[in-house]
């Protein structure tokens, strides 16, 4: 099974799950600190993903949001270490699990306050 196809059967419920900030976090305090992951391109000839940590921070995925800076990095940490768990146990011949690991291992935690200075 392909990562395209892992992502299509479990992606769409399983991955929102563990891709969202805790629950609860947003909803007490103005959240002021941003999850951001590297963009991914997918290449049809080699059927693989590839990271992007060049890409300017305008483009980067947010993925979460927290009310401090050290909740951010314990989100970041949690999210790479299921990302990692799940691409050493899960076939992955496109690299995607893995790509997604890597992303969250090089994710940035970036202040609303900064994230407004990069449009």
Not at 9 to 25: C, E, I, M, R, S
Not at 94 to 119: I, N, T, W
Request: charged share 25%.
């Amino acid at each position: 099974m392909t990562g395209r196809q892992i992502l299509g059967a479990v992606g769409g419920v399983l991955l929102v799950a563990w891709l969202t900030a805790p629950a609860g976090a947003a909803e007490t305090t103005t959240p002021s600190w941003i999850l951001l992951v590297p963009p991914a391109d997918y290449t049809v000839e080699t059927h693989r993903y590839t990271r992007r940590p060049d890409a300017p921070l305008a483009v980067w995925y947010r993925n979460g949001e927290y009310p401090s800076e050290r909740d951010c990095q314990a989100g970041r940490q949690a999210k790479w270490g299921e990302a990692k768990r799940m691409s050493e146990t899960t076939a992955d011949p496109d690299k995607y699990l893995k790509e997604q690991a890597l992303a969250f291992q090089h994710g940035r935690c970036v202040s609303q306050e900064e994230l407004s200075k990069h449009p």
